[in-house]
């Protein structure tokens, strides 16, 4: 049997991430950090041993009390059974296997832990796949990979389940950023260290020519007052490990109150 093709060159995902600007280009990172301390501050619970798996640790420096910090290989360098909390933090989207290591998060924590993750989703970045698409197809007459595919929202949250995780679940929000041109985006996606570095991608130099014509498609399709708009969506899933504690739905059809007398109304039978 052979192995699944793999999705991301690990090798050109760490020079890439080297040549980040950690000074202009973290904040889809800040923003995703600062939206996990508020989603750990609606939980009523202490956490005594978490982690974080991130590609750019000085994002996430001080940001959890005694957190500890590892990157994000495909094989995460976690300890079974030590941590109760989690954050895998805006790197799962590179993920060669993301079953894999969410199955790994989960030998990592105890009992009853919490695991939080956040990445890049299906929207993010629409309006530039669609544009080098058009532009390529019209110049060359095919498609090359140049955009991370990025899963959606239902497939990330059944990947939870996937992995073993109980009370999955997953939301999303989107971030809508204005650039003046393509050109200033695409050199945005590179300071982030988020560029092309698909394992499929093509090796040799991609022509100008379709470059610019994405650029023209691009302003003439998403632009707002001459500026060209951006989507970034960022999906946070949680999910805990199983415990007994844990509350578990009723079996169908053992419920002991009628829906129509908590609700204060008449139950109108339906006709066969």
Not at 93 to 121: E, Y
Not at 125 to 147: F, M
């Amino acid at each position: 049997m052979q192995n699944a093709p793999l999705l991301t060159d690990r090798t050109a995902l760490s020079k890439m991430r080297q040549r980040a600007d950690l000074a202009k280009g973290m904040f889809l990172q800040e923003a995703a950090a600062d939206d996990i301390q508020d989603r750990l501050s609606l939980v009523n619970r202490s956490f005594t041993a978490p982690v974080i798996i991130s590609a750019f640790p000085e994002v996430w420096e001080g940001r959890i009390d005694g957190a500890m910090i590892v990157s994000d290989e495909e094989v995460l360098d976690l300890t079974p059974g030590h941590h109760d909390l989690v954050i895998h933090a805006m790197c799962l989207h590179w993920a060669n296997d993301p079953v894999g290591q969410l199955i790994q998060c989960r030998h990592a924590l105890k009992s009853d832990g919490l695991l939080i993750t956040s990445s890049f989703g299906g929207q993010t970045l629409h309006e530039l796949r669609a544009s080098l698409a058009q532009a390529e197809s019209e110049i060359t007459g095919g498609l090359s990979p140049r955009v991370l595919p990025m899963g959606e929202i239902r497939d990330l949250g059944a990947l939870l389940q996937r992995a073993g995780f109980a009370l999955p679940v997953a939301d999303s929000f989107p971030m809508t950023v204005s650039y003046e041109t393509a050109w200033h985006l695409m050199r945005d996606l590179r300071i982030m260290g988020e560029g092309n570095a698909l394992a499929s991608r093509r090796r040799n130099a991609s022509r100008k020519d379709v470059f610019l014509r994405a650029a023209e498609i691009y302003q003439e399709s998403f632009s707002t007052d001459g500026r060209i708009t951006a989507t970034f969506e960022i999906i946070s899933m949680t999910g805990w490990t199983p415990d007994d504690s844990q509350p578990k739905p009723l079996r169908p059809g053992s419920a002991a109150a009628r829906l129509a007398d908590a609700l204060g109304t008449e139950e109108t039978k339906l006709k066969d």
